[in-house]
């Protein structure tokens, strides 16, 4: 069975306090590992899709990285606009449906 | 832009009730799904749809029911609204790798 844990569940940040948040999985062969952002209220927005290991990706603050066992969602000098739940998913090989983290709960403060 | 669509943000029924939720996409998506998203419990999978006039159970399907009788609408219904079915209520369609959701549905039943 896919599983997907995220670590930590919350996180406080100072803005511009770098960090990351963790994203461990396992499953029956990787067809693609998902981060999303979602909001309050709001239903998740994609970030990122990496497929294989060694993979990165970036996107203004943020730069997802991908292992045989683990993702990272990289963090740097964040502001307050970057406070949200953070999200990872995976799809194991075929057209199996998405199976999420529970997320972390990023708050940045000014 | 491509948009998953929900019909409402926020929803009040009452116990017994038959309950419509209705998700229409305009991306010609194949793949479609249904989640429920609770405090501690992250997303869960209650229906998905890879076809037309085609369903799968996710890992929570008891309660609920699922129509897809044109590609781009897919409708969960709750058959007898209980109070343990308030939730956040999310779709999403695929086009086989990674989701675009909607903005969820906040369905409280009193």
């Known amino acids: 069975e896919d599983q997907v844990t995220q670590s930590p569940e919350a996180l406080r940040l100072q803005e511009g306090e770098s960090s990351s948040l963790n994203c461990s999985y396992t499953?029956?062969?990787?067809?693609?590992l998902f981060w999303y952002r979602q909001d309050p209220g709001k239903g998740p927005e994609f970030l990122f899709t990496?497929?294989?290991a060694g993979e990165e990706k970036e996107k203004e603050r943020l730069k997802a990285t991908l292992t045989k066992k683990e993702s990272f969602l990289h963090i740097t000098a964040p502001k307050p606009e970057d406070s949200a739940t953070y999200l990872c998913a995976v799809q194991s090989s075929g057209n199996t449906p998405l199976v999420f983290g529970k997320g972390t709960r990023l708050s940045v403060i000014a | 832009d491509v948009k998953v669509t929900q019909s409402s943000r926020y929803l009040v029924k009452r116990t017994g009730e038959k309950v419509f939720l209705e998700c229409v996409q305009d991306m010609d998506h194949e793949n479609m799904f249904w989640y429920r998203q609770d405090p501690g419990l992250g997303l869960r999978l209650i229906y998905f749809s890879y076809d037309v006039k085609m369903k799968e159970k996710g890992d929570i399907p008891e309660g609920y029911s699922v129509s897809r009788e044109k590609k781009e609408r897919f409708s969960l219904i709750l058959e007898s609204a209980s109070t343990n079915q308030t939730s956040m209520y999310l779709c999403?369609?695929?086009?086989?790798?990674?989701?675009?959701f909607g903005s969820g549905t906040r369905l409280t039943v009193v």
């Open positions: 990496l497929y294989s």
């Open positions: 499953v029956s062969g990787l067809r693609g």
């Open positions: 999403a369609s695929s086009p086989r790798y990674g989701y675009t």
